[in-house]
Every structure is written in structure tokens, then in C-alpha cells.
């Protein structure tokens, strides 16, 4: 009898070992991006003549938030038909060439995490956004997977650091800005009620007009689990979840909200990510 708790005990064991490295081997791959391999074929671009171009990247290699790219799609579409846009939807990084990113008016990074451009499609995308090209990018586009100084720097101005575990999504108030860009805020709503999992950034956004905000006091920010002990801090009362930035003759624009496929269909946050793309085309 005896013997047959020792192999019960050591099987169990063996199970919460084999549970644990797996949970680490994930957030490390999280962290640090799945293998990575690098398109580099131009695609054939069809876009419409005499309008806007917008290119909608949605490439993971980190987490992917499937359902939240998927319920973009058909959004930003019907957005670009009222608008008069012609967006080109890609998830392959051979489109980052100095040529045919000249085409596009506006990249957005939709949820795209981890390593997704090579050392070279990295820099071609560099020089579009300083040289008057606008970037975009939408929660999952703001962690710490990327691994690219000059994005982190200029796509956010911050560094983040974790989002709530307990619970993960939470209401909050979101605030427009008394500071806004006037043509925003004559567009937006000045506060609205979101649902989402708030990204937790180390600091402010460095040289960004910040576009809404919540009462980081109003929400549990803790990211702890396991190992991860030092995470439950958050960004005080004043906690930003959209900005804008001007980069070279370019310009940034990001939000950390868009967690998940509920949050598109509230029409606020899809009023933001419009406007968002209204003011990212204007010259």
C-alpha cells in the first residue's frame, strides 16, 4: 500500500514540474517572442487610386490575440470604405521595404506582438515614420516583445511592465483629455465606460500628447503570480490608455486598449481608433 502512495505522490510530482516549466517555458516565450522567421518577398500591392493607404499588419510571433485581430478586420474596413480609404491587410513583413512603404499613408501595428520585422525592414519602417509616414498601434503593439529600442521609444515614450492577473479585465472610466488635439476633441466622447486589460507602463509617456486616461487608483493593477512578485504596483490616478507622439516629420499614435474581440464592439473605442486614424492621415 504503501508503495502504491509513493508512485501516486511521485506522479503528482512529476505532474506540478512538468506544469511549472511549461507556464515558465510560455512566459518566457511571451517575454522574448516564438521563432521568428522573416518575409521578405514583395507582395503585390493592389490599392485604390486617389485615396489613403493604409497598411493593417497583424503579424505575432509573441501572444497572439486572435479574436481581437479578427473582430479588427471587418471594423477598420468598414471604416475605410465610409472614409474613402484603401487599407492592404498583410501579416507578412516583406510589404517593409523603402518602395512600397512610400505607398501608405499610415501603418497599424493591430495587436502585433513579439519579433516581427528583420534588422532591415526595421529600419526601412524607421525611416517612413521619420520622413513623414505615420505608425499606429493597438494594445498587444505596446509590450515589452519587441525587443526594438527605437519602437519602444517613439511608438510609446514608455516601457511596459504588466498588466492586472486579479481580475484581468476590469471597468474604468475612460477620460478624453482637456489637452486634446481640438479636431479630437470635438470628435470623441469625453468619457465613456471600458472594459479591458490595462497595460501597465513603468513611467508616463515620454514627449506624447495623451489622448484618454482612467483613475489608475480605481482598478486592482497587481500582475503577481508565481515568481513574479514585484508586479503589483500601478500608474497612479493619472494613468494613460491613448496618446500621440511626433517623430522626426512622422507622427505615433497608440492605445493599450483592444484586449479583447468585446472591446470593438463598443462604439467609443472604435470612435477612437477612427479618429485616431483620421488624425494620423492629415498632413
Request: without cysteine; charged residues 20%.
Amino acid at each position: 500500500m504503501k508503495r502504491v502512495f509513493k508512485i501516486i505522490a511521485w506522479t503528482f510530482f512529476g505532474l506540478v514540474i512538468s506544469l511549472f516549466a511549461l507556464g515558465a517555458l510560455f512566459m518566457y516565450k511571451v517575454q522574448n517572442g516564438f521563432p521568428v522567421s522573416y518575409e521578405t518577398e514583395k507582395p503585390l500591392l493592389t490599392l485604390a487610386e486617389n485615396q489613403p493607404a493604409i497598411l493593417l499588419f497583424s503579424k505575432t510571433t509573441g501572444f497572439r490575440h486572435g479574436e481581437s485581430i479578427d473582430a479588427s478586420k471587418p471594423i477598420i474596413q468598414a471604416m475605410a470604405k465610409k472614409n474613402s480609404w484603401s487599407v492592404f491587410e498583410t501579416e507578412e513583413g516583406g510589404v517593409f521595404n523603402e518602395e512600397q512603404l512610400a505607398k501608405f499613408k499610415l501603418v497599424i501595428f493591430n495587436n502585433s506582438t513579439g519579433r516581427v520585422l528583420n534588422d532591415e525592414q526595421q529600419l526601412a519602417l524607421e525611416k517612413y515614420v521619420e520622413n513623414g509616414g505615420s505608425l499606429m498601434g493597438i494594445h498587444g503593439a505596446g509590450d515589452n516583445s519587441h525587443h526594438w529600442d527605437w519602437y519602444v521609444d517613439n511608438l510609446l515614450g514608455t516601457t511596459f511592465s504588466h498588466h492586472p492577473l486579479s481580475p484581468q479585465f476590469q471597468k474604468a472610466i475612460v477620460t478624453l483629455e482637456a489637452k486634446v488635439d481640438s479636431s479630437l476633441k470635438a470628435k470623441l466622447l469625453a468619457t465613456w465606460e471600458g472594459n479591458d486589460e490595462w497595460y501597465v507602463f513603468f513611467n508616463q509617456p515620454k514627449d506624447a500628447q495623451v489622448v484618454y486616461f482612467i483613475d489608475g487608483e480605481k482598478i486592482l493593477p497587481s500582475g503577481n503570480m508565481l515568481w513574479m512578485k514585484d508586479k503589483n504596483f500601478g500608474m497612479g490616478k493619472y494613468h494613460p490608455v491613448a496618446w500621440h507622439k511626433t517623430v522626426g516629420k512622422g507622427k505615433t499614435f497608440y492605445t493599450s486598449m483592444g484586449h479583447s474581440k468585446e472591446v470593438w464592439a463598443n462604439p467609443a473605442f472604435t470612435q477612437l481608433i477612427e479618429q485616431g486614424i483620421l488624425w494620423s492621415l492629415r498632413n
